[in-house]
């Protein structure tokens, strides 16, 4: 799938992706460390906000939610109109170099093609201040597939494998590399990876 394919494919699905998640949850929970880490008023990139329930709700005031999908967005403006909201593609994100303080993207890379996922945490690095913080999904297996079916829909997924995603953060720029396993929103278990943007590429 494309990345027009998978945005409109998120717009199909958007309403019913925000009915069936839990937005409560220990992968919910890491927002709270992430914020104690954070300096006062900080600017966070919430890449793949979706309905904005379950991280851009949890984040500071004038945090950014980023997504590919109108429907999305349209979603995360009823749950938190206090926010700034973004339609864009995490593989050129329309945010200024340096100029955040951290970046969260809860289950969104790897519904990019793996081949750009050294692109997107390029993307991730730019943009954040150095020693900025990435809070991540980090996927466990190594697939590229469409499902059908998922959410009433079809959703396209892919990742690297969980050492090849580690080993491409680090390629761009990112250290002090740790990680949590969580419950997710779908009620199983998911790895998360808290990153430092060292500033600048190896």
């Given amino acids: 799938m494309d990345p027009d394919a998978i945005r409109r494919a998120w717009d199909d699905i958007a309403a019913t992706y925000a009915r069936r ?3 409560t949850g220990s992968d919910a929970d890491l927002l709270t460390d992430l914020r104690e880490s954070l300096p006062p008023e900080p ?38 109109p206090e926010a700034r909201l ?3 593609n995490t593989t050129a994100l329309p945010v200024a170099t340096e100029s955040v303080d951290a970046v969260t993207a809860y289950y969104a890379v790897f519904h990019v093609p793996r081949a750009q996922h050294s692109d997107v945490y390029r ?3 730019r943009v954040l201040k150095p020693g900025g913080t990435v809070l991540m999904t980090l996927p ?16 396209f997924f ?33 790895e998360f990876v808290f990153a430092t943007n060292a500033g600048g590429t190896e």
């Fill in 21 to 23: 998640r839990d937005p």
């Fill in 43 to 80: 600017t966070v990139l919430d890449i793949g906000c979706g309905d904005g329930a379950r991280t851009l709700a949890n984040l500071p005031a004038g945090s950014v939610g980023l997504d590919i999908s109108r429907g999305s967005l349209e979603l995360a403006r009823e749950t938190v």
């Fill in 86 to 88: 973004i339609q864009g």
């Fill in 123 to 125: 993307e991730f690095a």
């Fill in 140 to 155: 466990s297996g190594r697939f590229e597939t469409v499902r059908e079916g998922w959410m009433g829909g079809r959703m």
């Fill in 158 to 190: 892919s990742s690297a494998g969980r050492e090849r995603t580690l080993n491409a953060l680090r390629a761009a720029g990112f250290d002090e590399v740790r990680t949590e396993t969580v419950s997710d929103p779908l009620g199983s278990d998911a």
